[in-house]
Every structure is written in C-alpha cells, then in structure tokens.
C-alpha cells in the first residue's frame, strides 16, 4: 500500500509525536511523516524529530505579521514535500482558513477528553476535578472552531484518584489509539482514493 505523506505539528513534549514515527518506521502505520511543524522554537519535540531522521519547521507565529503570514510560511513547506495530511499532536494553536482550504477534510486532531465535554486547554485537569467517573480521548477532523470538528473516534478512560495517574494512563492511551486510528482513516481513504 502506498505510504501517506503526513506532517505532524506539534508545540511540546512529542510524545504523540514519538509513537506515531514508532508506528511508521514498525510498519503499524503506512505513513511517512515528511515534516514536523513546531509553533514554538526549541521544544523538546523538536530534538526527538531529528533523532528520528524528520525534518523540521519551527516558526514562531508572533514573527509573522499575521495568521494568514505564518500559516502561508507553513503551507509554502508543506507544499514542497507533496504532504497529504496534517496529524495535530499536541499543537496548542488553532488551525486558519489558509491550512483549512489548503487541506479541507485532512486536518486530524488528537484531544485528551471526550469531546464535546473540555474543549480547549487543560482538559485532563478539568475532568478531574468534574466529579465525572471517566474521561478519555478523541480524534476528530479539524475545523475552524475549538475541538468543534466532526469525531471520528473516541476511547475511554477511567478517571483513577490522582492527576498524575490519570495524565500517565490518558498518554499511554493516546500513544497507541492515535496511531490505530490514523492507520484506519488513512487505509480507508487510500483505497477510496484507488478504486
């Protein structure tokens, strides 16, 4: 099967970042990852893409005059490479029109609650302190709004007596349901492309 072209965009830690490029040089994942996209200069995600032989776009959006600036810079980088798919990894930053029209329907985003419930920042914290019994994951596709784009899947967490253990089992989840799920979307469209 054809492999995908992906770019990962990431703003910290990556350790999405490090389990999807695990899955695609294993062999779980027919993708590339032909660039990572880092909003912030520096980050420790940034080390781990070099190591795994990735190249790298750091930009800081507060250079550019604008959005709009910043993300034709991006897209200018994702165009050189034939990338087919933008794999949102922990990137703290709302996606513009200009990567929206570029990619319609191939922005993937990976977000630590069951959305609708804790968009946005520090969702693990909040459903913590919801009283709710559990929390979880969700993959869905990007659109303008915050965490608002259509699901495509979703994993449950129990939410165990600590913060600490409840952010260590929803990164545990994370790093081997976003892979699998990637893997589905990008085999399915794939073939739909093929057919």
Same mark, same amino acid.
């Not at 492999?3 to 350790?15: D, L, R, T």
């Not at 062999?27 to 996209?37: N, P, R, T």
């Given at each position: ?17 490090? @389990? ?23 980050? #420790?995600?940034?080390?781990? @893409? ?10 800081? #959006? ?5 959005? =709009? ?46 959305? #609708? ?40 967490? @129990? ?13 545990? =989840?994370?790093? @081997? ?19």
């Amino acid at each position: 099967m054809k492999k995908s072209k992906i770019a990962v965009f990431a703003s910290g830690s990556g350790s999405n970042f490090q @389990a999807i490029s695990e899955k695609t040089k294993n062999g779980e994942l027919d993708a590339e990852i032909v660039l990572l996209v880092c909003d912030k200069p520096g980050a #420790p995600v940034t080390e781990k @893409a070099r190591l795994a032989g990735v190249p790298v776009l750091e930009l800081s #959006p507060k250079s550019f005059e604008n959005k =709009a600036a910043y993300e034709a810079e991006i897209l200018a980088n994702l165009e050189k490479n034939g990338t087919e798919w933008l794999i949102l990894a922990g990137y703290m930053r709302l996606i513009g029109p200009v990567l929206l029209d570029a990619f319609p329907t191939k922005i993937m985003n990976l977000h630590p609650s069951l959305l #609708p419930k804790f968009p946005g920042k520090d969702a693990i914290e909040r459903a913590f302190q919801s009283g709710d019994t559990e929390t979880g994951i969700t993959i869905h596709y990007v659109d303008e709004g915050m965490d608002t784009g259509p699901i495509i899947d979703q994993m449950r967490v @129990a939410i165990p007596e600590s913060l600490e253990q409840l952010k260590i089992n929803i990164h545990k =989840a994370e790093h @081997a349901f976003f892979p699998a799920v990637l893997q589905h979307v990008l085999k399915i469209k794939t073939e739909v492309k093929q057919s």
